[in-house]
C-alpha cells in the first residue's frame, strides 16, 4: 500500500469515492490511535494492579480490593476483545474489504464508520443479526 498523506483537517465526505484512498487511510489512522489509546491503558491497569498486589489485612479492605481488581481486569478484557476487533478491521483495509457489509457487501456508510470504525455491518444487517441472536438465545 502506497504511502498516502492526510490533508489537515480531513473529514470523510459522502462526495468523495467511497473507501478510497484518503478514506481508507483516515481510518487506518483512527484504528490505529484507538488501539494505542487501549493498549496503553491496559498497560497502566496491569502495572496498577501489579502494584496493588500486597494482602490487606483487612478482610473487608481486601474485600474492597479485589472488587476493583475484578472490574480492572474485566476492562482489560473488553479492550482485548476491541484490540482483535480492531486489529480485523486494519486487515480489511489491507485487503480492500473494509467499509463494505460482511453480510450484505453493501456500503457500511461514512457515518456509521466514523461513530463505530469497527462496524463490519449496515445498520439494518446488524439489526437482523441482533433479532436473530434474540429469537434464537429465547430458545434455549
Known amino acids: 500500500m502506497e504511502k498516502i498523506t492526510l490533508p489537515e483537517g480531513y473529514k470523510p465526505s459522502e462526495r468523495e469515492t467511497y473507501m478510497g484512498p484518503l478514506q481508507l487511510e483516515y481510518f487506518r489512522k483512527k484504528l490505529i490511535l484507538w488501539k494505542e489509546d487501549l493498549l496503553g491503558d491496559s498497560r497502566e491497569t496491569i502495572k496498577h494492579l501489579q502494584e496493588d498486589s500486597h494482602q ?7 474485600a474492597v480490593m479485589e ?5 480492572e481486569l474485566r476492562t482489560c478484557d473488553r479492550y482485548r476483545k476491541l484490540i482483535d476487533k480492531i486489529n480485523s478491521a486494519l486487515k480489511r ?14 456500503k457500511i456508510g461514512i457515518n ?5 470504525p469497527i462496524a463490519t455491518m449496515t445498520i439494518e444487517a ?3 443479526h ?3 441472536e434474540r429469537q434464537h438465545s429465547d430458545e434455549e
Not at 483495509?93 to 453493501?106: A, D, K, P, Q, R
Not at 456509521?112 to 463505530?116: Q, S
Open 112 to 116: 456509521r464508520l466514523d461513530a463505530r
Open 67 to 71: 472488587s476493583e481488581n475484578s472490574v
Open 56 to 62: 490487606e489485612p483487612d478482610i473487608y479492605d481486601r
Open 130 to 132: 441482533e433479532r436473530y
Open 93 to 106: 483495509i489491507e485487503n480492500s474489504e473494509y467499509g463494505f457489509c460482511e453480510e450484505t457487501g453493501e
Open 126 to 128: 446488524q439489526e437482523r
